[in-house]
Nanobody
């Protein structure tokens, strides 16, 4: 049984940094991209970042590029999201997910497994 568990969320002030981690268990995912999505109250879930099965080809939502960095460690089955210069509009529940393909995509429908989410709140 595949499980994804996110950690690292919380409350920070605008301008701060935060690092999210996601540990996957129940399988081997080096052939699958992993991604981060987020969902703010009253809004649809949106793509944040993804990284290929081998840990290359990071790709970000346009508005987040330069502030967020995705990485992964296949030996530990983990994917991380480093978030810098956080803004109040980054407030959301952040989800990690495992894609069905090596490179993944921006579409949530291409992801088979999801974590339960971790709340990130950025105060102004």
């Amino acid at each position: 049984q595949v499980q994804l568990v996110e950690s690292g969320g919380g409350l920070v002030q605008a301008g701060a940094s935060m690092r999210l981690s996601c540990v996957a268990s129940g399988g081997t995912f080096s052939r699958n991209a992993m991604g981060w999505f987020r969902q703010a109250p009253g809004k649809e879930r949106e793509f944040v970042a993804r990284i290929s099965g081998a840990g290359g080809n990071p790709y970000y939502a346009g508005s987040l590029k330069g502030r967020f960095t995705i990485s992964r460690d296949n030996a530990k089955n983990t994917v991380n999201l480093q978030m810098n210069s956080l803004k109040p509009e980054d407030t959301a529940v952040y989800y990690c997910a495992v894609a069905t393909t090596f490179f993944g995509s921006d579409w949530a429908g291409n992801y088979d497994y999801w974590g339960q989410g971790t709340q990130v709140t950025v105060a102004s």
